[in-house]
């Protein structure tokens, strides 16, 4: 959501939402570890996952991890004349819970920071809780850093 740089400046604790849930089902799954080369079993072998504590195959981390841009495009912040927008990187990633197979999750985003690096160059923290529908512990929990680059 576009915003005036006064209040962008302003926005380290506001809360932005929680996105619509997105199922993870195991074709997902298993094109996700074609394309990361990651075919351990606990991912793609329902037969041998079932065996296993988790008691079925589970998504990857990353796969968790990589639908946050998806999760996020309505809800994170941006200024009037916004160039482009990079990831920064993470202060902080922990992956709680694992997410089985044909579970939805979601995502819950805050601002924690926007700090201008240089002029027309702002880092903004986001603080965001990747939830699994039904499940108390969420997926994940990370500080997710973007720069936006304005004109």
């Known amino acids: 959501m576009e915003i005036s740089k006064e209040d962008f400046m302003k926005a380290g604790g506001r809360e932005l939402g929680t996105s619509d849930w997105i199922e993870i089902d195991q074709k997902r799954i298993n094109e996700f570890a074609d394309v990361t080369l990651d075919h351990q079993f606990i991912h793609i072998d329902p037969e041998a996952a ?17 639908l946050l841009p998806y999760l996020m495009k309505d ?40 700090v201008e690096k240089n002029p027309n160059q702002y880092l903004i923290t986001y603080s965001v809780v ?6 108390v512990k969420p997926a994940l929990v990370a500080e997710w850093l973007t720069m936006l680059f304005t004109g």
């Open 75 to 114: 809800l994170v912040l941006t200024l009037p004349n916004v160039v482009m927008g990079v990831n920064y990187g993470f202060n902080s990633l922990r992956f709680l819970s694992p997410v089985p197979v044909n579970s939805k999750v979601r995502a819950n985003v805050q601002v924690k920071e926007v």
């Open 130 to 135: 990747l939830e699994i529908d039904g499940v």
């Open 50 to 66: 079932a065996k296993t504590p988790f008691g079925g195959t589970v998504a990857h981390g990353f796969l968790s991890l990589s």
